[in-house]
């Protein structure tokens, strides 16, 4: 395990650099900070820090790499916080000699610990800083798994692409049927209620990122087309085949989701309860 070292984060004066800062420091090492209007700049940082971190969106990650990255040596490593990782890692391992892991955290900016939180390793060119990395992320409490960029990225399509385009799509219907959000708490359900959350919480967010995550990922379009043909194949179940059919497919689902269920609605009903108990000690 490595000492403290000198950790540079390029874009780190955005909500995530500015998590990760202070992450970084309780660790005990250095942390220098470069933006677009910092005194220190992205060379600075390549020359001057022995990890190197992109916390930036994707399409200013690429051209910084291929700046700063001929100014890096093999024994830094060079990371990034981008939420798809096949073309930031290969720029990474293209325009720069250093060590290369490509870096997800699965949670964003308003999360108070890394305790329980998952975070993605994607190593690609790695010597001696893998264990630093997971080591540093899990002596916090996060949950540190390695895959690779391809196979990250196929399963973003579901966890962020479907997810969001589900969430946006939900949206719209609202503004389309003209249901305001404050009235409709008067007759919302806890589910509702914790999906009309979760509706708001996306669009109080940059919108520029949700538009990534459902549009650049290529990945995303197949999901899709399962998704539109389960919603045809649903809408046929559920209002035009005989009741026994619908029970019959109703079961399938919860056949595949198995003990899962019973595990999801102990944790919902423990989130609805906190919701409830926040709003009624005036914590909204």
Request: glycine content about 8%; some cysteine.
């Amino acid at each position: 395990m490595k000492t403290a070292v000198t950790i540079g984060i390029i874009g780190g004066t955005g909500g995530m650099g500015r998590l990760f800062e202070g992450f970084f420091k309780r660790c005990g090492h250095r942390v220098l900070i470069a933006g677009r209007f910092t005194e220190l700049t992205y060379a600075d940082l390549a020359r001057q820090c022995q990890v190197v971190i992109l916390s930036t969106p994707l399409k200013a990650a690429i051209p910084i790499i291929q700046d700063i990255g001929p100014l890096l040596r093999e024994d830094q490593l060079l990371m990034d916080f981008c939420s798809l990782k096949e073309a930031i890692v290969q720029a990474m391992l293209t325009h720069s000699a250093a060590q290369v892991v490509g870096t997800h955290p699965l949670f964003g900016p308003f999360t108070s610990s890394l305790k329980r939180q998952n975070i993605i390793l994607c190593p690609a060119r790695v010597k001696d800083w893998l264990d630093w990395c997971t080591t540093t992320f899990q002596q916090e409490g996060a949950i540190v798994t390695c895959m690779e960029a391809a196979e990250h990225d196929r399963n973003m399509a579901v966890v962020q692409g479907l997810t969001h385009f589900i969430t946006i799509c939900m949206g719209r219907t609202l503004m389309k049927l003209n249901i305001q959000p404050r009235e409709s708490l008067r007759f919302a359900t806890p589910l509702f209620r914790l999906k009309l959350d979760l509706i708001g919480r996306l669009f109080a967010q940059d919108l520029e990122l949700f538009s990534s995550l459902v549009g650049e990922n290529e990945n995303v379009g197949p999901v899709l087309d399962t998704f539109f043909q389960v919603v045809d194949e649903s809408r046929t179940k559920m209002f035009e085949d005989a009741g026994r059919d619908q029970i019959a497919y109703l079961q399938g689902i919860r056949d595949f989701l198995g003990d899962f269920c019973a595990q999801a609605l102990k944790e919902s009903n423990q989130f609805m309860e906190t919701l409830y108990l926040q709003e009624e000690n005036g914590k909204f």
